[in-house]
Structure formats: C-alpha cells, structure tokens
C-alpha cells in the first residue's frame, strides 16, 4: 500500500481524481511513467473505461475521489 489507501492501481486511480496528470502520479507514487500506465490500463480495464476524463467521472460518480 502506498498512502494507505490500497493497492497500487487504487492509489493511480485516486490520484487522477484528484487532478493528477499521469506523470504527476507516476513521481508522487515514486514509479517510471510506463509503470504507472500499466497501473492505470489495469484500473481503465477493472473499471470498464477507456480513458482518464471518463475513469475520474466514474470514480466521482461512485465518489471515490
């Protein structure tokens, strides 16, 4: 766990809801950026959206974020 909410693909998925780019997300979680699009790709495939602005509509749409 990373920032005590869980799993690393929760901890990109929060981030970008909390306006993080991608490799804003990638430095804060201390990763490489293709690190963190593999992460990301994971939360867009659990979550069944294909992209950053519709994965955080989702997450604040079951507030998450």
């Given at each position: 766990?990373?920032?005590g909410r869980g799993?690393?693909p929760?901890?990109?998925?929060?981030s970008?809801?909390e306006?993080?780019?991608?490799?804003?997300v990638?430095?804060?979680?201390?990763?490489?950026?293709?690190?963190?699009?593999?992460?990301?790709?994971s939360?867009?495939?659990?979550t069944?959206?294909?992209?950053?602005?519709?994965?955080?509509?989702?997450?604040?749409?079951?507030?998450?974020?």
């Amino acid at each position: 766990m990373v920032g005590g909410r869980g799993p690393i693909p929760v901890e990109v998925g929060a981030s970008l809801g909390e306006g993080r780019s991608p490799a804003e997300v990638a430095e804060a979680l201390g990763m490489a950026a293709g690190t963190a699009r593999v992460h990301l790709r994971s939360v867009y495939s659990k979550t069944e959206t294909t992209g950053q602005r519709e994965l955080v509509a989702r997450l604040k749409a079951w507030r998450l974020t």
